[in-house]
């Protein structure tokens, strides 16, 4: 063959695979500096991390995300997280948003994650009132207070005192009882302000309080009016039913059912007649002698005979 043939086909095979490559070289570059612009850096969690925790370089890292999908808050350097103490439970895998953590010089713990202004108030609940542990923190819940009006001698009531509160943490502490033992009584940490701080804990000290979760999206604060026992049994008919057989059929401030006649008063059996009239038709009793009366034993039986001259 010509070898001016072979040089110009090698040479040409050669170009043709520059070519390709270049062209391969220039299709990523471009690729990947439109993936580039459609997306940014942010920050994800690498393992769970729990509220209340100073965050290390071990639990995040930075990856790539599609800019369309980015939250509004996303961190996206890691100086903005490393230090910070969480305000919420932070999910594996999960983006870390602002709203997440506390002031870059917030103390881990408890004192860490309290919204300014806000107070931790630490109230009693037994396992029903704690919503049978599933209440957890960052939730929130509506306080019930179930006790007796200041009013004299009225009956308990049941009352929401604070509605979408947030739980800060919850678990156990030992405390003593009236007798001096020892006694573990669940507890649950609240968010509050100084105000409902002080309303808390004189419901807690004067009754009992209950706790209901809610959605933490919903915002809605209804004004409730309470619960008396007639609320909740709703039936008088049935409350006068309870009072059968007592010594107070309508007592207790009872109304008397609508329809109901009073008391017979006494019946006249005498009707309209004069009151001597009356003395003369009434049973009259004669009196009997004692002395001129023996008494016959016949057996148990015992019986006087008055003696006739």
């Known amino acids: 063959m010509n070898r001016r043939f072979l040089i110009a086909l090698a040479g040409a095979v050669v170009f043709g695979l520059l070519a390709i490559y270049l062209a391969q070289v220039y299709l990523q570059q471009r690729t990947e500096r439109i993936i580039a612009e459609k997306e940014t850096k942010v920050i994800i969690a690498n393992t769970d991390i729990p509220m209340g925790t100073k965050i290390s370089a071990e639990q995040i890292r930075e990856v790539s995300y599609p800019k369309e999908l980015v939250p509004e808050g996303a961190t996206r350097k890691e100086g903005e997280v490393l230090g910070r103490v969480t305000l919420a439970n932070i999910t594996s895998k999960t983006l870390v948003l602002g709203s997440q953590l506390a002031g870059p010089e917030a103390q881990p713990g408890l004192s860490g994650i309290i919204t300014e202004g806000m107070r931790s108030v630490s109230v009693r609940v037994d396992e029903a009132s704690g919503v049978a542990g599933f209440i957890a923190p960052g939730s929130y819940v509506d306080v019930i207070a179930i006790m007796s009006p200041q009013l ?20 156990q502490q030992m405390e003593t009882k009236k007798d001096g033992k020892p006694a573990l009584v669940n507890t649950v940490t609240l968010e509050l302000t100084p105000p409902q701080s002080e309303k808390i804990k004189l419901a807690e000290s004067e009754g009992r309080l209950q706790l209901s979760i809610r959605n933490t999206t919903d915002q809605e604060i209804p004004k409730t009016p309470g619960a008396t026992k007639r609320d909740v049994l709703d039936d008088i008919a049935l409350e006068r039913r309870a009072l059968e057989g007592t010594r107070q059929p309508y007592g207790g401030g009872l ?29 009259q009793i004669k009196k009997v002698n004692l002395e001129k009366t023996i008494e016959l034993i016949e057996g148990s039986k015992r019986s006087r005979v008055e003696m006739v001259p």
């Open 152 to 171: 004299e001698g009225a009956k308990p009531v049941s009352k929401v005192i604070l509605q979408k509160v947030r739980v800060l943490a919850g678990g």
């Open 255 to 283: 109304a008397r059912p609508a329809g109901t006649p009073p008391p017979f008063p006494p019946i006249n059996i005498y009707g309209n007649q004069p009151q001597q009239q009356q003395q003369q038709m009434q049973p």
